[in-house]
């Protein structure tokens, strides 16, 4: 049966999530420095080039986000194989989804480059579409690597080894910055390729960071137990496909947010530079506060997905609902200081007063963003403990495609042949009112369902195991 919320157990389990989350914030943040990095040098370079980036990384985020998606089954299949303590099976689950990795990012490469055929509809100069295009052909050679680094990523935090990936993330994040910086502006004799060599010294990150983690893994004593390359296997098919039954739901789930997102700024630009820069500024800081309870979630993954291994479906629904509690406690200290420090944040980005006064409005919608954000990527992650990724799907396309975008297109455009339609266009805080509803239905149906779920799971258990880690 459920158990209560007693603090000495509540504080074992925060200390154990906050363990396991901590190097992975880092890594998440190091890894959106990546970013930073190639916007902040291209900008140097040229107004081209920034917009060359710009377009090619549209295309590689969505891409990135869906392959990373896609490739976390194996987080919950050797979480599950650690609680269970069946440690002999884990081998075989990597290597399968490293073979899953080979097909997932060979197939993610082809995607890219063809979907470059976008740039020639766009109506660009033809110096920014052709560097758009060699950026998304340089840097797709990344994808391959960055599959089976995730596949290796999972692995190591379901162990419960999260430092490695902070540390390979922060060395990715030096190689990035050094690579740029030769390659954009053509440092000790090196081609000046401006923002290609972006995509150049990102694609080669990825392999770094790949041969960086199989090197730490065959030195590490941590890894042993279930060293995955002890021997050559080929592929086993009814393996990758439960994989994929598992993880393409999650990478369809990631799609989802991250196209309806890149929408809703298609959509905000008709309304000029104020507008599209104000929302990419309140959009830019909530998406840095979000690696928190992202990071929150990636670990409630590997929590819940060892208690349900073990039989004990009781500390399962303890962890899932503990871990839910976290991020939501983060989320209402950070909705407190954006809303306190919102003009502060404004002007750290911008100096222009008319951004400055629109982005202080639209932090305002972020602060409740933060809530509803929080929430919902911690419940979706808890179910994935489970191994259960078809019904978080559901419910995100439902509430970013059906309730966030169309909401938001309905206050932000105001097309008078839709019934009710507001007087004149909201434009940005009309969508950014999308987005807040949008994700308040995903929180609130996310966190009914993981309700349900670890009911009829510790129910089911009976009396199983009532101890609290």
């Known amino acids: 049966m459920p158990h209560a919320f007693h603090l000495p157990d509540l504080r074992r389990e925060a200390a154990a999530l906050w363990r396991l989350a901590w190097p992975m914030l880092i890594g998440q943040l190091a890894t959106v420095g990546m970013g930073v990095a190639d916007v902040a040098m291209t900008g140097h370079a040229s107004a081209d080039e920034l917009a060359a980036v710009s377009l090619g990384a549209s295309i590689w985020s969505i891409i990135l986000v869906t392959v990373s998606g896609t490739m976390m089954a194996i987080n919950s299949v050797v979480a599950h194989d650690v609680g269970a303590g069946e440690l002999g099976k884990i081998p075989h689950a990597v290597r399968q989804s490293l073979w899953k990795a080979l097909g997932v990012g060979v197939l993610a490469m082809l995607l890219a480059n063809l979907a470059t055929a976008l740039f020639g509809h766009l109506h660009l100069t033809p110096y920014v579409q052709g560097q758009a295009t060699l950026f998304v052909h340089a840097i797709s050679i990344g994808l391959p690597p960055f599959a089976a680094y995730r596949a290796l990523y999972g692995y190591s935090t379901s162990i419960n080894q999260t430092k490695p ?12 910055v050094l690579v740029n910086w030769l390659l954009v502006f053509g440092h000790w004799g090196l081609p000046k390729l401006g923002g290609v060599g972006c995509a150049v010294a990102t694609g080669l990150c990825m392999w770094l960071m790949l041969a960086a983690m199989l090197a730490w893994m065959r030195v590490a004593p941590a890894y042993r137990a279930t060293y995955p390359f002890t021997h050559w296997e080929g592929p086993h098919w009814p393996e990758i496909r439960s994989m994929l039954r598992l993880g393409l739901p999650i990478g369809i789930t990631y799609f989802a947010e991250v196209s ?9 630009a008709r309304y000029g530079v104020v507008q599209i820069s104000a929302h990419q500024i309140a959009l830019n800081f909530s998406s840095l506060v979000f690696m928190v309870p992202l990071s929150f979630g990636i670990a409630l993954i590997t929590r819940v997905g060892q208690a349900v291994g073990e039989g004990s479906p009781a500390r399962a629904r303890y962890v899932a609902w503990t871990g839910v509690g976290m991020s939501l406690a983060f989320a209402v200290l950070s909705a407190l ?3 306190l420090c ?3 944040i404004a002007a750290a980005y911008t100096s222009d007063p008319a951004v400055q006064e629109l982005c202080v409005q ?4 972020a602060a409740l963003f933060q809530l509803s954000d929080a929430t919902q990527v911690a419940t979706s ?10 019904q978080p799907m559901q419910i995100q396309l439902l509430a970013f495609w059906g309730f966030a975008l169309p909401l938001g297109c309905w206050l932000g455009l105001a097309p008078q042949w839709l019934p009710w339609a507001p007087a004149e266009p909201m434009a940005a805080a009309g969508f950014w009112i999308g987005l807040v509803v949008g994700l308040t ?12 779920l670890t009911l009829e799971r510790a129910r089911a258990g009976g ?5 609290h880690a």
Do not use: E, P, T
């Open 260 to 268: 309806a997102f890149g929408a809703v700024s298609l959509l905000i």
């Open 441 to 452: 239905v995903a929180a609130v149906l996310l966190s009914w369902a993981l309700q349900r």
């Open 362 to 365: 639209l932090l305002l919608f």
């Open 165 to 176: 990936v902070m540390l390979i993330a922060i060395l990715g994040l030096c190689f990035n």
């Open 463 to 467: 009396h199983a195991d009532a101890a």
């Open 381 to 390: 992650c808890a179910i994935r403990g489970y191994k259960v990724s078809r």
């Open 337 to 339: 200081f954006i809303v």
């Open 342 to 344: 919102r003009r502060q």
